[in-house]
């Protein structure tokens, strides 16, 4: 069963949590002298306390992960938090960030065939073809660069992990809610962090935060953490890994937009094609199907046909 078309306002959350997350890279330059890891578990610290005073105030109640829940937080954490920081870092040193960025721009196509395998649905023929049209665009927005054997194996890894921030969340979001995943992840993500930054920067690294540093890590946990991880995946519970994933290309639309206003980058012509095309992708891919009527015999066919089953009915 192909994943059912989504609306518009179903796709608002995850739009505003990609725009927040491409927003960020201005803000996130501002760490790159901080120390990495202690600077990340004060940012998921942070986050998990919003979330559970904000969920608390929003009626939600998240619950405690059972079985084989703490398998795909856990990773969700070590690999969509931990690993996915770990080797942006590491790849900028053997790759220019546009490299990463293009790995990153890879995730609506992975997406698409592996999220709904995972919510037992066909991939959808829409979203697999508006997918690459994305990828390009994304890439037109990023650039290129160069990089050696080393930083294409970290840009890899990169994709990898951040498919696997959407994807290890799709079993447990029916159980733990938008809600609950962002309020697991981010202690778990932030106690790993914690005890790297410990063992490796040592338990005094958070005195090396400046004040800019600060702010810059409070902005982090409070708009690009916890906001945008509940409307990310809000949107991936209501539509599916799939069509979210196409949303991932406004994040590059949202950094070349910034850079342009806050005058640190000036958009040259690869960059306005790059975000035409993905508005193309996104529109292609998004737009709603005609869904055909049956009549006569053919509609009593219909009717009896096998309902959907209940992970999609719940959307």
Do not use: K
Request: positive net charge.
């Amino acid at each position: 069963m192909e994943t059912p078309s989504a609306s518009f306002a179903q796709l608002v959350p995850g739009m505003l949590g990609m725009a927040l997350v491409g927003s960020s890279v201005t803000v996130s330059h501002t760490l790159v002298d901080a120390p990495l890891f202690t600077a990340q578990a004060v940012r998921y610290a942070a986050a998990t306390a919003i979330l559970v005073v904000v969920a608390r105030f929003a009626g939600a109640r998240p619950v405690w992960p059972r079985g084989r829940e703490w398998l795909w937080l856990t990773g969700l954490a070590v690999t969509g938090l931990v690993l996915f920081n770990v080797a942006v870092v590491r790849g900028v040193a053997h790759a220019e960030p546009a490299v990463i960025a293009v790995a990153v721009a890879c995730v609506p196509l992975v997406l698409g065939v592996v999220g709904p395998l995972l919510e037992r649905r066909r991939p959808s023929r829409q979203v697999l073809l508006a997918a690459p049209v994305v990828m390009v665009g994304a890439v037109l927005v990023e650039g290129t660069g160069r990089t050696d054997t080393v930083g294409v194996a970290w840009a890899a890894l990169t994709l990898g992990c951040e498919a696997a921030f959407t994807l290890l969340a799709v079993p447990v979001l029916p159980r733990h809610t938008p809600w609950g995943v962002s309020v697991h992840a981010t202690w778990l993500g932030g106690v790993l962090l914690a005890g790297l930054g410990a063992t490796r920067e040592g338990p005094s690294a958070v005195r090396q935060l400046s004040g800019v540093e600060w702010a810059a890590v409070g902005y982090l946990a409070l708009m690009v953490t916890a906001v945008a991880f509940v409307l990310w995946y809000s949107t991936v519970r209501s539509v599916g890994a799939g069509r979210a994933g196409l949303l991932t290309g406004i994040a590059p639309l949202a950094a070349a937009v910034v850079g342009m206003v806050s005058g640190t980058a000036t958009p040259g012509p690869w960059v306005w094609l790059g975000i035409a095309v993905v508005i193309v992708g996104l529109v292609a891919g998004l737009r709603p199907r005609e869904v055909p009527t049956a009549e006569g015999p053919d509609a009593d066919r219909t009717a009896r046909a096998d309902p959907p089953p209940a992970s999609v009915r719940s959307r």
